[in-house]
């Protein structure tokens, strides 16, 4: 029922900018129904509908004008009738009477007065769904998200419409409302774009090989960095749910897209903003738990945005490799053969940085206080460890960072080790005085702070030893 209430936002917002005073009826009828059922290829398929609802021999793509008209006179009188199940009302309960409510999602228990006008809106209002990766969309009762995503629309029936493209696909309209906007309200958004530039951006795959074009489904950490752009302040109350053949329903989730802000900014000071530009896609792009995870967490903020494959890290005996690729020619290669191997070493070696960079963002993003502080902190003891090692005549030392310092998540063997290192006669006052700093940051941060402070210094220790080495 909550398509209904974002159908109505959005048809307030389309009035009031196109100085039109359409109901919701009129809406349908001259704008939504045209572009998304009078086509050859339908932007939407409403299941058990009368759009949906074929007679024997008949085909979306095979449908007349007058058969399409049938079909709106259909939709209409029942509505006219009384008609409100969920092939009808979309997000509305599905009818008992046909033994359907199994399907039902989105649906209050509160008895409501439901007018016709309230199901045109929650047509209008599921157009407007935002499909992400997981199989499920999110509805924002907002007018500036509702009309963007409303833009949207013209573009998806203007390439299903190019002879060119005639193997996109139809139906996809809320997988593709999720790119548009990630796109639209994105740092990438140029209003030259073409079909091409959304497969550059990964938005749409294109397989010449097998004469094949797909929708891909944005990761809901794009849409909400993207998101974050357009409220960087603030946060917005999201409907997380699917509908479909079976329907889910998750919840209001609010998304704190203030959050995001936060990790551009913490990236900027970190790596600069012109790394930031360039690495903005691959950045962006490791965020985020699957969304049925994150929601489970009652909001999506940072620790949502937890980084993929971050986890494995907190474990004590798992390293985090920074060496740098072997680019050195191999005997009896060929310039063609070294040139493809050196890039993709290359290629490689640029994701691990950025992995690098993603989690000491995050990281630092969630370290509760000093977080100033800490931009250039951990490098600076990270440093000082490396130059402690350097000095070994053994592995005596090495074996206390590896096995000690960043082999044990435990604050008492941590603090025991740093001990160890400063009670060594044989190290400079430089380094002791950075360790001994760090043994009283330690010794005063809680258990979250320090587990966080672990890992950002085993991360910063791994590529200072790469910048050493030979």
């Known amino acids: 029922m909550y398509t209904t209430t974002v159908g109505k936002t ?54 007349t004008p007058s058969d399409r008209q049938v079909k709106l006179d259909s939709f209409h009188q029942k509505i006219e009738e009384g008609e409100k199940d969920a092939s009808i009302a979309i997000g509305y309960p599905a009818s008992e009477v046909k033994d359907f409510a199994t399907t039902s999602g989105l649906v209050s228990d509160l008895t409501l007065v439901t007018d016709s006008e309230d199901v045109y809106c929650s047509w209008i209002g599921v157009a407007l769904s935002l499909g992400v990766a997981g199989g ?3 509805l924002f009762d907002d007018p500036a998200i509702t009309y963007a995503t409303f833009e ?20 996809k309209i809320i997988t593709w409302n999720g790119q548009w906007l990630a ?84 990236y900027q000071k970190l790596f600069g903003a012109e790394n930031y530009q360039t690495n903005a896609a691959d950045f962006e792009a490791l965020f985020g738990k699957h969304i049925k995870r994150a929601c489970e967490l009652g909001n999506i903020g940072l620790q949502a945005l937890e980084p993929r494959d971050l986890a494995k890290y907190f474990k004590a005996d798992k390293q985090f490799k920074l060496t740098k690729p072997n680019l050195k020619r191999r005997g009896t290669e060929s310039d063609e053969d070294y040139e493809l191997r050196r890039g993709k070493l290359l290629e490689k070696d640029r994701g691990n940085i950025i992995t690098f960079q993603t989690y000491k963002t995050w990281l630092i993003a969630m370290i509760s206080k000093n977080k100033e502080e800490l931009l250039d902190y951990t490098k600076e003891v990270a440093l000082a460890l490396v130059e402690y090692r350097k000095g070994a005549r053994k592995r ?27 009670q ?39 590529y200072q030893e790469r910048q050493v080495a030979e």
Do not use: C
Not at 160 to 167: R, V
Not at 397 to 420: C, H, P, T, Y
Not at 444 to 455: A, H, I, T
């Open 183 to 266: 796109f639209k309200f994105g740092k990438r958004y140029r209003e030259d774009f073409d079909f091409n530039h959304f497969v550059t951006i990964k938005a749409i795959a294109k397989n010449d090989a097998k004469n094949s074009i797909e929708i891909n489904t944005v990761n809901w950490s794009a849409l909400f960095f993207s998101l974050s752009t357009q409220y960087p302040n603030t946060s917005q109350t999201a409907y997380v749910f699917a509908v479909g053949q079976t329907n889910k329903t998750v919840g209001f989730i609010p998304f704190q897209f203030k959050s995001g802000r936060k990790l551009i900014q913490i």
């Open 396 to 422: 005596d030392r090495v074996n206390l960072i590896e096995e000690k310092l960043f082999g044990k998540r435990s604050k008492s063997d941590f603090l025991e080790s740093l001990i160890q290192i400063v």
């Open 10 to 63: 959005f048809l307030k917002e389309y009035n009031r900018r196109n100085d039109k005073d359409y109901s919701a009826r009129e809406f349908f009828d001259k704008v939504l129904h045209p572009l998304f059922f009078g086509h050859s290829k339908y932007l939407f398929w409403a299941q058990n509908s009368p759009f949906v609802q074929m007679k024997s021999g008949q085909k979306v793509h095979t449908l």
């Open 136 to 138: 499920y969309a999110l």
């Open 152 to 171: 949207g629309w013209q573009v998806y029936r203007k390439f299903l419409e190019d002879p060119a493209l005639e193997k996109l696909p139809g139906n």
């Open 424 to 462: 060594d006669d044989d190290v400079g006052n430089d380094i002791i005085e950075k360790i001994k700093e760090l043994r009283d940051r330690v010794f005063l941060m809680n258990r979250e702070d320090f587990s966080y402070l672990w890992l950002l210094l085993k991360f910063d220790y791994a």
